[in-house]
T-cell receptor, first 111, second 118 residues
């Protein structure tokens, strides 16, 4: 079964707006990661947040983690057309290399 | 600029034929993963290796799929015989798992092999 489920499945916004994507997972984690996939390409790692962290920033990205609710969110501020892609959260059990990916959120940013 | 490479990028074959996909992980990485992505199932982990040893292939149909790492610079995924339901994009990813790391490390993905089985 999938470890992460993203919400919403699809999101359309205008350039300059913020985009928020949510992820829920089922079991205890060591870390949670977010990846981006442009159409027809491989996934690209965006950010990793550890289970003892609550918030992390990287450029225009802000990730939060609530382990009590088993949820995470990815916020992209001041979105650009180039941010158009699918975004996946991924996590896995302790003491493993495995990442189980969620279903992804398709983000469309209109110029 | 270190990257994971995969060959071929596209493969069209007929049902029953053998398919071999190759992956060159990033030099120095010690974990290699094979994933399959379809619209219906999303991204599924098929198998992974650490230090060339297979650690988990529970996601792989064992009767027709096999994954190997002949050496540290090459990982292969074979399908024999191929079936139309194997049509998908197959991704290879690599990462570095250090001693003492308790959870999954960052993974670096290749561009994928788009397989079509007619």
């Amino acid at each position: 079964s999938q470890q992460g489920e993203e919400d919403p499945q699809a999101l359309s916004i205008q350039e300059g707006e913020n985009a928020t994507m949510n992820c829920s997972y089922k079991t205890s984690i060591n870390n949670l990661q977010w990846y981006r996939q442009n159409s027809g390409r491989g996934l690209v790692h965006l950010i990793l947040i550890r289970s003892n962290e609550r918030e992390k920033h990287s450029g225009r990205l802000r990730v939060t983690l609530d382990t009590s609710k088993k949820s995470s969110s990815l916020l992209i501020t001041a979105s650009r057309a180039a941010d158009t892609a699918s975004y996946f959260c991924a996590t896995g059990p302790y003491n493993t290399d495995k990442l189980i990916f969620g279903t992804g959120t398709r983000l469309q940013v209109f110029p | 600029d270190a990257r994971v490479t995969q060959t071929p990028r596209h493969k069209v074959t007929e049902m029953g034929q053998e398919v071999t996909m190759r992956c060159q992980p990033i030099l120095g990485h010690n974990t290699v993963f094979w994933y399959r992505q379809t619209m219906m199932q999303g991204l599924e982990l098929l198998a992974y290796f650490r230090n060339r040893a297979p650690l988990d292939d529970s996601g792989m149909p064992k009767d027709r799929f096999s994954a190997e790492m002949p050496d540290a610079t090459l990982a292969t995924l074979k399908i024999q015989p191929s079936e139309p339901r194997d049509s998908a994009v197959y991704f290879c990813a690599s990462g570095f798992r250090g001693e003492g790391l308790a959870g999954p490390s960052t993974q670096y993905f290749g561009p994928g092999t788009r397989l079509t089985v007619l």
